[in-house]
């Protein structure tokens, strides 16, 4: 924030930016009344930012909440907090007014993109208020990674790209902020984290859907004015509580979601993390190589992209299988490249029982030279190290999930589409000095993710191994029908020989396309591709650990090894309440010093 004697200050400002320009307006209304609501002292100042859907006669909103603390507050003796609380922003567009000669207009009546539109807030901000700490509260739809909804803007249309809202914050903000809150879709990426982590040190926010009404607000404003002598980072926690709590009772309408503080000083281009990810990003591009045989190119580890595919299916995923859970799929890839040693060692002991008993050695040391074990051999290494820094790296230091659908969910997700994806398409001005373009060219999300610091070579060097992906899973285009023949050498179970006559004829099944008469959706759920536990059916090794339900129409009265505080047990819904949760509404803490297994 820029220097100015005469702003106001306070020991901390929260900043509101509420982007409802669009199917949001109402929803910010209620934000801000929430806003009101909330109880706080003097040592917290809170501000908001309303971009309207409406641009005539008003334009943008901006308030300054509690107003009436102020001496300079006209609108004492009326109780309508929103309006006495509104501040004319100094580019405001006026109505006409035909009570003169010539309506009047104002100085610059267009109506802001949304890039202006949020800069234009903090530069009121920087103009009239100051504090020892910040935190801005993003309110608007995402994503913000390869996307172009985040804080969308009907009129006119136009939204918010990561590279444009870091060069904002860093516009307007010396020093970091303190913590930054979105209450948006598909926030917490570490493509995110990579690029504000500059400019911010603790985000909050969901890798996967926000409900539009999801967040308490007067908690979470109350809790920083009830621990504004803290840490940033405990205050932080101390929200993501307040979120816990709310988005807890949601699971009566059997709704999943998830939220996590990130730490961001811990995501530098030589910290643990993005290391680790280059790493294992190296070692999968070199599992994932092509030969040429006879002029031809062959992948030349096929079990290396079998095993990356298959991880990724089972991995926990977000907006529609476009992000997933960095954690949980390094830990799977882990999984994927130990079963596939272990499957070595059953054959080779299956097969030469006698010689293998003679080894003092293992089959995964007996095929080290083998240039396959050595690539799995690495990217299980980073795998691992990935799983440990979110184990003792504390970039993560507190998260949450309630329901089935998201329970593998550890606070940091990465972009990781199946297929290079074709949409949605940007356009970028030719020559951005030009103040009104008159020529455009076409941007990809690839192009554009791309560009992001975390996927260039010095940090993540995520891009090449998408690219690397891409290649290696793409099929080939279908050219002749083949058969499959008996093998007389044995080599394989049967050879692929071309026909040579014309194309084999599919059996037409239904010419019917799809559509909304049909009944039948045209794009499928995500989730049906996972399959998770969720309510109604459970995996068998989690049969014996269900609880039952007692009371009307249940059994009677539970045993002390059947209630809830008994880590082990699952829920008849199909989940149970972990961690930050469980503290949440009060069970017990699991003694984890106790040798004795608390499910046996």
Known sequence: MSENNNRKHSKWLVMVYLAGDNNLSAFSIAFMQQLEAAEYGHHVRVVAGFDSPTPWPKGARYLEIKRYRDPSNPYKGMKWPLHNDLIQPGHIVVSPDFCECEPRRAKAPDEPIAEEALARFLDWVQRYYAADRYMLIVFGHGTLVAGNTFLADTNPPSYLKLTEFCDILEDHFEDKIDILAFDNCVMNGIETAVQLGRKVDYTLGSQGLMLANGWPVKEIIEAVGSHYRREPKYIAEQVLRACARNLLDFALMERSSEQAICDLTKFGKDDALITSVKGLSTKLREGLQFIYIKGEPVLLFPVVRDLVRL??????????????????????????????????EGMMRSVFPDILEDLTTTVKVYFTPWPLIKILTDIAYWCRQITEVFRCGEIVPYRYYVGPQMQYSNGISIYFPWTLPEGPITFEPENEWEPKPQNYYLMTPFEEYKTYRFASCEYGDWSQFLEAFFRATLRNVRVVEYDYTEDDRNLRFFNKIPRAENERVTPVIDLQKSSSSTGEPDDSDYFQVKNYPRRFYISPADCKRRMDIYGINGKGQPTEAEVTDKPCKVSYLGWNIRGLLAEVVDLPKWNRGNEKDPCA
Not at 324 to 340: H, I, Q, R, S, T
């Open 311 to 344: 991880a990724r299916l089972e991995a926990q995923s977000y907006w529609s299988e476009t992000f997933v859970d960095l954690y949980d799929f390094a830990a799977l890839l882990l999984d994927k490249c130990n079963d596939y040693v272990a499957m070595l």
